[in-house]
């Protein structure tokens, strides 16, 4: 138990589909992640929230649209994927330091979300 | 070139050996450097966390850290086919939490 939950562990869906992948942590953290983990690429980050503010996106295209409605929770809603967006979709934690800036503690990952796109 | 290499394996050791896993990176401004260990279809799991050059130990787990070559290392004692996992290195600066990985090495301890 990592103490960051993801929900559904898997998930296929067609490339006309909505859906959600929800991210639940009970660490306490402020700050929240969302990675993809492709084949044979490193971890490449998504988008970065830090006390439920955006503050971080690395260029996602917008049918990735993520949803921080508080510290303990975060959403990726994804819609008109592509089957190049099949890969693992990891969420992590970590405390944020004073002024926002990141503490010098770790990021805690959850077991992800496998998404298939058909 | 990548920020972080790492080569990705397989490496096959037989169990009890001594294991070697190396990362190399470019950006002299990477001050905190992460092990994490990956299992088939689970999250990526911390194990070590070190701070600026040095060496850290932690039951059969020794990271090292060579600032000067850019380069750091996970050694592993004593090796078990439960060992068998994707490690991957992480590392970032001193200003804010965004990590950089390596691709990940794949090892295999056979009984």
């Known amino acids: 138990e990592t103490g960051v939950t993801q929900t559904p562990r898997h998930l296929v869906m067609g490339m006309t589909n909505k859906k959600s992948l929800k991210c639940e942590q009970h660490?306490?953290?402020?700050?929240m992640y969302w990675y993809k983990q492709s084949a044979k690429k490193p971890l490449e980050l998504m988008f970065v929230?830090?006390?439920?503010?955006?503050?971080e996106n690395n260029s996602v295209p917008s049918r990735f649209s993520p949803e921080c409605p508080n510290s303990s929770h975060l959403f990726l809603h994804l819609h008109t994927l592509q089957p190049e967006d099949s890969a693992l979709y990891l969420c992590a934690s970590a405390p944020t330091g004073q002024g926002g800036i990141g503490s010098n503690q770790p990021q805690h990952f959850g077991d992800g979300t496998r998404l298939s796109i058909l | 070139q990548k920020e972080v290499e790492q080569d990705p394996g397989p490496l096959s050791v037989p169990e009890g050996a001594i294991v070697s896993l190396n990362c190399t990176y470019s950006?002299?401004?990477?001050?905190?450097f992460m092990w994490y260990r990956q299992y088939s279809r689970k999250g990526p799991e911390l194990l070590m966390y070190?701070?600026?050059?040095g060496n850290k130990e932690d039951g059969r787990f020794t990271a090292q850290v060579d600032k000067s070559s850019k380069y750091i290392s996970l050694f592993i004692r004593d090796s078990q086919p439960s060992d068998s996992a994707t490690y991957l290195c992480a590392m970032r600066g001193n200003a804010g939490n965004m990590l950089t990985f390596g691709g990940g090495t794949r090892l295999m301890v056979k009984p």
């Open positions: 929230y830090n006390f439920k503010e955006q503050t």
């Open positions: 070190t701070y600026s050059s």
């Open positions: 660490l306490g953290h402020n700050a």
């Open positions: 950006n002299s401004a990477f001050q905190y």
